[in-house]
């Protein structure tokens, strides 16, 4: 059964560290691939800064041409909103019951687990893979036998740091892929 890493995210935009935790996970791990699912609207996340969801789709399909074990995901475009984990999960289960899912997260969201949608299902069915986020607690998960912590590189890049740099008109030139650049610049996006 081929295991299949879920990496959530808005990726708004997509940048080189959502990527080196994307790679880390599908080559430094047990999982076979990993899919970038690219969220409509986190219920959690306010939606006036979010960028068309198509835009973020493309963008991460640029960032992955040429890859391996990596996918983008758009999934959830075709679900109810707001779409919250559980229910993806389950409709991809249901969609492709030859592959095993396991969410990926950072230890950042892994201190609100209990706030998610049938959070117990999820660690039951599913699993979790945390990459290390500097400054959260997880010592309550540590030795959960659903939860793997995994020593993926820090990446301290974010997608709020990449949209204002690109309103100050600010280099972007290694956070992000040379193609979303181009993407961005060509479509005057976050100006």
Same mark, same amino acid.
């Given at each position: 059964?081929?295991?299949?890493?879920?990496?959530?995210?808005?990726?708004?935009?997509?940048?080189?560290?959502?990527?080196?935790?994307?790679?880390?996970?599908?080559?430094?791990?047990?999982?076979?691939?990993?899919?970038?699912?690219?969220?409509?609207?986190?219920?959690?996340?306010?939606?006036?800064?979010?960028?068309?969801?198509?835009?973020?789709?493309?963008?991460?399909?640029?960032?992955?041409?040429?890859?391996?074990?990596?996918?983008?995901?758009?999934?959830?475009?075709?679900?109810?909103?707001?779409?919250?984990?559980?229910?993806?999960?389950?409709?991809?289960?249901?969609?492709?019951?030859? @592959?095993?899912?396991?969410?990926?997260?950072?230890?950042?969201?892994?201190?609100?687990?209990?706030?998610? @949608?049938?959070?117990?299902?999820?660690?039951?069915?599913?699993?979790?893979?945390?990459?290390?986020?500097?400054?959260?607690?997880?010592?309550?998960?540590?030795?959960?036998?659903?939860?793997?912590?995994?020593?993926?590189?820090?990446?301290?890049?974010?997608?709020?740091?990449?949209?204002?740099?690109?309103?100050?008109?600010?280099?972007?030139?290694?956070?992000?892929?040379?193609?979303?650049?181009?993407?961005?610049?060509? @479509?005057?996006?976050?100006?």
């Amino acid at each position: 059964m081929n295991k299949v890493g879920l990496f959530f995210g808005s990726f708004n935009p997509i940048h080189t560290g959502h990527l080196i935790i994307a790679n880390y996970m599908a080559n430094y791990t047990d999982l076979d691939e990993v899919w970038l699912v690219v969220s409509p609207h986190n219920p959690l996340k306010k939606k006036d800064s979010l960028l068309n969801r198509y835009d973020r789709f493309e963008m991460v399909n640029l960032a992955l041409e040429n890859v391996t074990k990596i996918r983008a995901s758009d999934i959830e475009f075709r679900l109810a909103q707001p779409s919250y984990t559980i229910d993806t999960l389950i409709h991809l289960e249901e969609k492709y019951p030859d @592959k095993k899912f396991i969410l990926i997260m950072g230890s950042d969201n892994l201190t609100t687990l209990k706030k998610w @949608k049938n959070y117990d299902v999820i660690l039951r069915d599913f699993g979790i893979y945390v990459y290390p986020r500097p400054g959260y607690d997880v010592s309550e998960w540590q030795e959960h036998p659903a939860i793997t912590f995994t020593d993926t590189p820090l990446m301290e890049i974010s997608s709020t740091f990449i949209r204002n740099a690109v309103k100050a008109h600010q280099s972007i030139t290694y956070f992000v892929p040379d193609k979303v650049m181009d993407f961005i610049d060509k @479509k005057g996006l976050y100006l």
